[in-house]
């Protein structure tokens, strides 16, 4: 159950409408989905949230739009956001993840899960290999 009401006339307010007409552009569809709708009570956190994403997930950089999708499935796996976890799987079944490849998403997320969960129950020391901080430039 949603903490705000989504709406129906969000697009009222000039900022909120901006926004959604940028959202679809960007993505070049009508659909406006229910997370932005949901930040249009603040249309000032809706306009930093959407620069962010658009800037990061829509936006080419270092990483490719199938690998960001994926990184953003683990993430909200991690952070138990079952939101995020079915558009961001939805948006990377768009960009071509096969079922093979969530499979392994999945069984490498629970694998990192395992092995985080182990070394902070053990407090594995850091070795010095891995801190960057401590190693000579």
Not at 76 to 88: E, L, M
Not at 93 to 99: F, I, L, S, V
Not at 103 to 123: C, D, K
Request: with cysteine.
């Amino acid at each position: 159950m949603a903490t705000v009401a989504l709406a129906d006339d969000a697009e009222s307010d000039p900022r909120v409408k901006a926004v959604f007409d940028d959202i679809r552009a960007t993505r070049k569809t009508d659909f406006i989905n229910n997370m932005w709708r949901a930040l249009a009570f603040d249309p000032g956190l809706l306009e930093s949230t959407w620069a962010d994403v658009k800037a990061l997930m829509a936006t080419p950089t270092l990483l490719d739009p199938l690998t960001k999708e994926m990184v953003y499935i683990a993430v909200s796996i991690a952070n138990s956001c079952s939101y995020c976890i079915h558009s961001h799987t939805a948006a990377a079944k768009a960009k071509g993840m096969t079922d093979g490849q969530h499979a392994e998403l999945l069984a490498i997320v629970a694998l990192a899960a395992r092995t985080n969960h182990l070394a902070n129950g053990l407090q594995v020391p850091l070795d010095p290999q891995f801190d960057m901080a401590a190693r000579p430039q």
